[in-house]
């Protein structure tokens, strides 16, 4: 199973990151580096510089990398910027609508509300 991470470099997205990488989890992170250059990635994570706005290669990716599940962090983090500068906030409904067939829809949607497993009670010997 392979997840899309969008805005996969920013501060949220890439503790998410790290944090399933370390489950073995397939992970590809789409991001466009508005944000900086980002953080460091694990080794192994296909980082592609794109904007989620861009609904060719959105699709494309989920299709190449064989995504089941997206998790979206892409955004712009300044509440003001979409009231002074609203038409510098590209749309982002392309990954909700290229991954909107039935089967990818609703992996997505367990992926985002699954909790993570509980902690192992296994004392140390
Ligand atoms: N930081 C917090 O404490 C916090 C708390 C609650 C919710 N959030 C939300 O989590 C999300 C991520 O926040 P963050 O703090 O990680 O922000 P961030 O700026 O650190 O990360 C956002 C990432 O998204 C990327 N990005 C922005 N627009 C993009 C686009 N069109 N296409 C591709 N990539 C794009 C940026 O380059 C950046 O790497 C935001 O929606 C934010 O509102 C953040």
Do not use: Y
């Amino acid at each position: 199973m392979a997840i899309l991470v969008t805005g996969g470099l920013g501060f949220v997205g890439s503790h998410f990151v790290w944090a399933a990488a370390a489950r073995g989890t397939e992970l590809v992170v789409l991001d466009d580096r508005s944000g900086g250059p980002g953080a460091a990635m694990p080794a192994g994570v296909e980082v592609v510089l794109g904007d989620v706005g861009d609904e060719v290669e959105v699709a494309a990716l989920l299709a190449r990398k064989r995504v089941d599940a997206v998790v979206h962090f892409a955004g712009r983090i300044q509440v003001g910027e979409s009231v002074t500068n609203p038409s510098s906030i590209s749309t982002s409904t392309s990954v909700a609508r290229s991954a909107s067939s039935p089967r990818r829809a609703a992996r997505a949607s367990r992926a985002s509300c699954s909790p993570p497993p509980p902690p192992s009670t296994a004392s140390p010997t």
